[in-house]
């Protein structure tokens, strides 16, 4: 993590979580520092009430715009365009955007396309076509699930010491379960087939990961585990050696 690099949180109020805002800004922790926090929507509808107080605590500069026509939705088209011109200016490193709407994937395609990393934060029913526009796509609903375990939310597709337990996860019975995921399995595996392995047979996890990174939004904390490692261990498919130089896996499945 470079905490130099300048991240953008740009918020659709009509279609976001407040209660989630905390745990969204752990995870962009990741990224840089969240320089720059605005929440789009029409503030004077009672909908938005719990925004209200979320944009004083976390210092979120509220954005107004009016329903000016019944079914057209003027706040994605104002946080669009201001997205753009954050681009264009040159000083916004990465994005954050807290959305379950479809709207937003051109965006997110289009700023992936100028190299800036898209973080979307949303609901498990958000349309895929968001959340694969995005480099990341994490359930707000799973961030917000209880007993996730003390100390921060690093990141889930690189490795980074310490490494947690099994331990520090969520217990089967509230988290999606990835032995029954049959695209995240394809994911994993594909992506191991296509590292280059050790005469052992083992790839590095965080090559691994940059891989399955590059070719879906999967992010396991989808899955309520902290880190891609956790979830590994938890996967019948591969087995796990700790090294000095990181974790290296074997598929044995």
């Known amino acids: 993590m470079d905490n130099a690099r300048n991240v953008a949180l740009l918020i659709d109020a009509d279609n976001a979580q407040p209660s989630a805002i905390d745990p969204v800004l752990t995870v962009l922790a990741e990224l840089g520092t969240v ?8 503030w004077s509808k009672p909908a938005l009430n719990g925004w209200r107080d979320m944009a004083v605590r976390y210092g979120i500069e509220p954005q107004q715009q009016f329903d000016l026509t019944k079914g057209k939705n003027a706040t994605d088209m104002k946080m669009t365009i201001d997205a753009m011109d954050l681009m264009f200016r040159g000083r916004i490193d990465a994005f954050g955007i807290m959305s379950s709407d479809s709207d937003f994937m051109p965006l997110a395609v289009r700023l992936r396309q100028d190299g800036l990393p898209v973080y979307g934060f949303g609901g498990e029913g958000t349309p ?36 947690p337990t099994i331990a520090d996860v969520l217990p089967p019975a509230i988290r999606r379960d990835a032995k029954k995921d049959p695209e995240l399995l394809k994911l994993l595996v594909d992506a191991y087939d296509s590292v280059k392995k050790d005469a052992r047979g083992y790839v590095s996890l965080s090559a691994m990961g940059q891989l399955a990174g590059n070719r879906s939004s999967f992010d396991a904390r989808n899955y309520g585990f902290r880190r891609l490692s956790d979830l590994i261990e938890a996967v019948d498919n591969f087995q796990v050696d700790r090294r000095e130089n990181g974790l290296w896996v074997k598929r044995v499945r």
């Open 128 to 163: 895929k076509a968001f959340q694969n526009a995005c480099s990341r796509f994490i359930d707000v609903g799973a961030l917000l699930r209880p007993d996730r375990g003390s100390g921060p939310d690093r990141g889930a597709l690189e490795e980074e010491p310490p490494l």
């Open 35 to 42: 320089n720059v926090r605005r929440a789009y929507g029409n």
